[in-house]
């Protein structure tokens, strides 16, 4: 069994949000304790498809691909909300990048940060619709930013939605870098880098080939051509360094960088479970630096 099993009337707007959200979802119903992630909105923001969605997971929760997905989905945001959650520095605003079905902003006491969701305009009517249907207000905090992350200009399209680009922001971007293109990834980094000093992101990636193991390699073999035929081909592979290179040319510099091994503290996987961390992807943190203004 591989995603391609996920039900073909799954709405079209990014069925890799909804395969996303299903594994943080599931977690919560298939996997033992400790959990890695409560997301406890996953489920109702399935909608209609999440009873089949589920199913998958509850039916074959042992299967590589479905624990595989599901150990992804919850390290890296585990590992993006915590580190969003420790700033001590002030940041008040929150960029996420690819926001999907990210249910942060409804299952957190509304006050400390504004919220800005980006994503492609289809998928956020969907998420719009879904949050409607499981009764789920949308705080005043958050505000929805349409882009689309290979033409529009994203740093622009954040600042007319609201964002103050004079104070610092803390950006999530997550599961997408390798649907977009080098050039892309790149590209909006580079955007990113133009806000303010001690402003921070948090990023994944999937690793090239030769940097996975062989349950890294495996899920890749299996999902990879799926999601292709799906409409959303993986484009970009990239290691630590060269994600560490992309940063440091948009201005940024790197805090840490972890595999999902890494991502999580050591007593999450003690597990009787079947999730088990996989060379797979990798996260990186870094932040835009303050510079000292003195000369010599």
Known sequence: MTTDDFPAN????SRTAFTAAAARAAHLLVDAEPFIFSDTLAAALLGDQAEELLAYHRLHDTHPVLAGARAEAVCRSRFAEERLTRVNSGIDQYLILGAGLDSFAYRTPPGRFRVFEVDHPATQTVKRELLDGAGVAVPAS???VPVDFETDPLRECAVQSGLDPFRPVFVSWLGVTMYLTREAVAGTLAQLGGFAPGSEIVADHLLPAQLR??????????????????????????????LAGLLRAAGFEVVGQAGQRDSVAPRLWRRTDALRPAALSALTHARIPHRSGGGS
């Open 10 to 13: 799954t709405p079209r707007a």
């Open 142 to 144: 958050v505000t929805f």
């Open 213 to 242: 193991d062989a349950a890294g390699n495996g899920y890749a073999e299996a999902v990879g051509p799926v999601a292709a035929g799906q409409g959303e081909p993986w484009r970009t592979f990239l290691s630590p360094a060269d």
